[in-house]
């Protein structure tokens, strides 16, 4: 910035030193317009003399204007101040892409401001401006040197002003002393010209060219919106300049560029570059309004730590008082089920309906014992028949694809294996995802933290895709908010282990103490897959707010891989609980899951443009839509191999074409015949509009099949007669409460990262809870909370069945 005032009769001093010169500069007078012309052998020398006030910031504007185009010798200006000197030529050149050129013959520049002395007294300025040029003819000018009347911006106050590539405007503001963080509001009617914010400390020079803006202090670049966060703690001299910048082409902003030909660009492109902005700078909020975040954040999630606490009491003291008067016993815990199979109406009478009764399926449950088995007089006695009356098959004890071959399964049937080797299978889904999760997370951690110092370094703050209109930064961090507001993904998780974790033990217990409930009754509790879900959803928490430190294009990747992984996850569980022998192992899982990711990656980086990537993803997504149908419908016994489609023609044309008999799995087979409509719908509506957003175009494929096969889970258990209990009814209504809140928040779209930077602040909008939280943030607690609850629905969706046999319990 300039040094102090000059003492006293320093003006006349400089006027005696340029007549000894012998080129004795000529008295100017603000406000008056100068004409004159220059040449080789004559230039012009003018002096402006001024008196600043005590504690008065003075800033000077230099007007100049030349109808020479002449690029071969430019009309050269160079202005000097005490402790400065400010040079530039006209026309002015500005350079764009493809080595366009724009030239300018109207030049405006704001000359560094004098700081405010410690002075009693006025202090004399004086500022000496020099017109010359190399031309050997002459060449005529105008001149106008004013006084800014409005150079320091207030606090609250909108001022509106005009700018262009060659007149660029710049302002002070003085923090108050109240006051230690304000947000720069700037605003424009028309989105072009693009032009550039920035803030930078008090030196001179000050950067206010388009090649040289980025060159000090933090930008942004502008169409209609921009906002940018100052803290009073960057500044030490608690004042900053607010530069704007308007650029000869809108390249930057999304904008297209003059398709004149090579070379100079015409004049009146140039005469449309100038912009109307509104600048209005108010306090950001206060050290309180984080605390009260924070204690929103914790303890409304801490609430449903409250809530599980109840529930559990409840249900500890109910299980005591049926304790105390006496437990149903098996006899009606069965008889419930009896009448209840809704297609036993078709079967003839006295059909065990496809199940296998004790006498044929005590050899093919590995860890029936006496003691496991019901008491006599149960409704198993009832079912015996005597051997005499048909011949046995000793295969269908033992060889699974006999078993599953039957019309009418049960879930006797499929929970043949040894429920501690199966239990043992699903504990490596655990394990493996914390593996995953450490060795994913890390990576990510680092990089974030890159772009963070990048963009603290740099000043560039079009790197990251904010709502800047509400990213409140807290050390580091940019918006602190979008990471504090991850905290449910992180709390719930741990919640919903703490529930599986209690669940875990108390079977644990039942286990060794035989019950027969626990042995032979209801769903067989595996809960391997429910502790990879808790942990996907705290993972999912930690990579979101990873992702939010800087959110752009290249890293939405890690806010959406373990939404992946939970959708897979749920769909596996899902399928679990009535196929608990011939679920997919964790390792072919992961390595799905895996695929998928890369796959996304790739869709970033090519599916923009190239049209051979999608003709191949979706080749790919139709032959496994395909490959897993085949696999669910025949339960697992249509090996997967590059022979699996041959052979699956060949059942297709001999039960459809040759015989045209009825599919042997109905519900099976419609459910699978929607399944895959909506997966070539995807297919063919990526293919054709070929979607930005390759990331959600993903999950909304894999959140669109959980969604299928959960409604269709619902619905046959409700074709069985099966029960709905309060608790899941209410995680049912629950999760599609706040699941239809959250996707309203989610749709409101703040930023972009598919467009430009300054494109993509056009969406920014205030924050809405609490000053704090923008409408992504209130999409993070209610998504939180959303899958909390479809977790919960997972968990206790049959609990029902928990004092059914299963040779009761149908398979769907």
Known sequence: MAGRAAPAGGALLCALLWAAAGDSPAPGAFGHVYRGAVNISAERVYAFAYRSQPGQVDAVRVYVNSSSENLQYPVLFVVRQQKGVLSWQVPLIFRGLYQRTYNYQEVSRTLCPTEPTPETRPSDQIIFVDVASMAPFNIAYELLVTRLENFQLETNKAFNFTASPSQPQYFLYRFPQDVDSVIINVVSDAAYPCSVVSVQDIVCPVYDLDHNVEFNGVYQSMTKQAAITVQRKDFPGEQFFVVFVIKPEDYACGGSVPSSIHGNVNRTWNLQRTKNLQVTIVPSIKKSVYVQAMFFSFLGFLSFYLGSVIVAFVHYIRVQRKASAGRLSPEHGSGMMTSSHPISAGTPEGSSYGAIDESSSSGGRQLSSPERRPPAGSDTDSSVEEESDFDTMPEIESDKNIIRTKVFLYLSDLSRKDRRIVSKKYKIYFWNIITIAVFYALPVIQLVITYQTVVNVTGNQDICYYNFLCAHPLGVLSAFNNILSNVGHMMLGFLFLLIVLRRDILHRRAMEMKDIYTLDYGIPKHFGLFYAMGIALMMEGVLSACYHVCPNYSNFQFDTSFMYMIAGLCMLKLYQTRHPDINASAYSAYASFAVVISLAVLGVVFGKNDMWFWVIFSMIHVLASLALSTQIYYMGRFKIDVGMFRRAVMVLYTDCIQQCSRPMYM??????????????????????????????????????????????????????????????????????????????????????????????????????????????????????????????????????????????????
């Open 667 to 812: 519900d099976r087979m419609v459910l699978l015949i929607v399944g895959n409509l909506v997966n070539w719908s995807f297919a063919i509506f990526g293919l054709v509009y070929r979607p930005r957003d390759f990331a959600s175009y993903i999950l909304g494929i894999f959140i669109c099949n959980l969604l299928l096969y959960l409604a269709f889970y619902i619905i046959m258990k409700l074709r069985s007669s099966e029960k709905l209990l309060p608790i899941p009814m209410f995680c049912i209504v629950a999760t599609a409460v706040v699941w239809a809140a959250a996707l309203y928040f989610f749709f409101q779209t703040l930023s972009s990262w598919e467009e430009t930077p300054a494109e993509s602040r056009e969406k920014n909008r205030p924050c809405i809870l609490l000053g704090f939280f923008d409408d992504h943030d209130v999409w993070h607690f209610l998504s939180a909370a959303a899958l909390f609850f479809s977790f919960l629905v997972l968990l206790t969706l049959d609990d029902d069945l928990d004092t059914v046999r299963r040779d009761k319990i149908p398979v769907f």
